[in-house]
């Protein structure tokens, strides 16, 4: 079965045709990411703008570049939530449409389970059940994953992500946008241990996760308000280590409650260098596992979702209605297994 993916969520446009016998056929990608940078991080309006100018031609790309036509589809996936509002909204109508004209299903893919299932791209992929940690953007969530649609939600950030955590701390040090990657090659210039950084509810007792007071920390180091001048890359050093600390800490702690030794990482956080060493080191000394997806699928993309809907369609989910626009701003990974309601 061939299944177009379509990933407009936030800053990216991709595009990706993956079969199930033959695996990926072809993939574009765009990111806006010189388009925010004046800004200093994402505009809605915009980026909703650059996904309808690009979109139409990265689909005819794909098209071109995988020696097919709409009429050789057998569904169209597209990312219905959560997101941008604006720019759920140019996916789910493109794809809606083709869909319709070509008379085709499309599917209604949350755009976390893309990042979830993208492991299972790789040739060593993890089997069922496994520990997840997802660090996409404004979501840092562990779950167990028994299978395609089986997720269970084990513990998730009270406030800030690490993603947010990360981009506002770099939005301190004067980094610039993208912020967490500038601060992530900052802090290996740095040495971490000069100063005392909290590692939030790293001893709390359950899975949860909380990355504001970490952020108001760095915050009042940079405000001089403890009297002296920091070195940015020192401190870029600790707070990464802080966040990797805690990270680490409550992945082993899932591992541990749910009697499992194989943990997936998955979303922009996880292509972090240091994070990917502590937690081999780590899961090594326990006998266990770390998969990743590929670096290329760390960020969003249309393979993910294009990967996604055709699991979705071979256990045989199909369009509730057809050409009706569905998207969810706000949806969580834990109902995923509920309709996506029109809205």
């Known amino acids: 079965m061939k299944v177009l993916g379509i990933e407009s969520s936030c800053d990216e446009t991709g595009v990706a045709i993956f079969d199930t016998e033959a695996g990926l056929l072809g993939e574009a990608l765009y990111s806006q990411i010189d388009l925010h940078a ?18 139409p031609a990265l689909v005819r790309q794909t098209l071109k570049d995988a020696g097919m036509t709409v009429a050789d589809l057998d569904a169209i996936a597209y990312t219905a939530g959560p997101g941008l509002a604006g720019a759920l909204l140019v996916g789910a109508s493109v794809a809606e449409a083709m869909a319709f004209a070509a008379g085709i299903p499309a599917l209604a893919v949350h755009h976390l389970e893309g990042h979830l299932l993208s492991p299972l791209l790789a040739d060593d992929a993890p089997d069922f059940p496994f520990i ?14 028994s299978g395609v649609g089986e997720y269970e939600l084990l513990g998730e950030t009270l406030d800030d992500a690490a993603g947010e955590a990360f981009d506002k701390t770099a939005k301190l040090l004067g980094l610039g946008y993208p912020g ?18 909290p590692r939030p509810m790293l001893h709390s007792g359950d899975l949860d996760f909380s990355f504001s007071g970490l952020k108001t920390a760095v915050l009042t180091m940079v405000s001089g308000t ?11 050093a600790d707070f990464q280590q802080a966040v990797v600390d805690v990270l680490v800490a409550k992945a082993l702690a899932a591992l541990r409650q749910r009697h499992l030794r194989s943990l997936v990482v998955a979303g922009g ?3 972090n260098r240091a994070l990917r060493d502590a937690l081999d080191v780590a899961l090594a000394r326990q006998g266990g596992r770390v998969y ?8 969003d993309n249309g393979v993910m979702i294009a990967f996604a ?19 969810r701003p706000r949806w969580p990974l834990a109902e995923l297994t509920r309709p996506v309601a029109a809205q």
Do not use: F, W
């Open 269 to 271: 956080v996880g292509a």
């Open 180 to 197: 967490g990657p500038r601060l992530a090659a900052l802090a290996a210039s740095g040495r971490p241990g000069k100063y005392r950084l």
């Open 292 to 299: 990743y997806p590929a670096p290329a699928l760390c960020t």
């Open 132 to 145: 997840a940690l997802l660090v996409s953007g404004g979501h840092t969530q562990l779950m167990q994953v």
């Open 38 to 55: 004046v800004y200093g991080g994402v505009v809605p309006e915009l980026a909703s703008r650059d996904h309808i100018r690009l979109l």
């Open 226 to 236: 403890n009297g002296a001048a920091v070195c940015a890359a020192d401190l870029a």
């Open 309 to 327: 809907g055709a699991q979705r369609l071979v256990r045989g989910e199909r369009s509730p209605a057809p050409a009706t626009i569905r998207i």
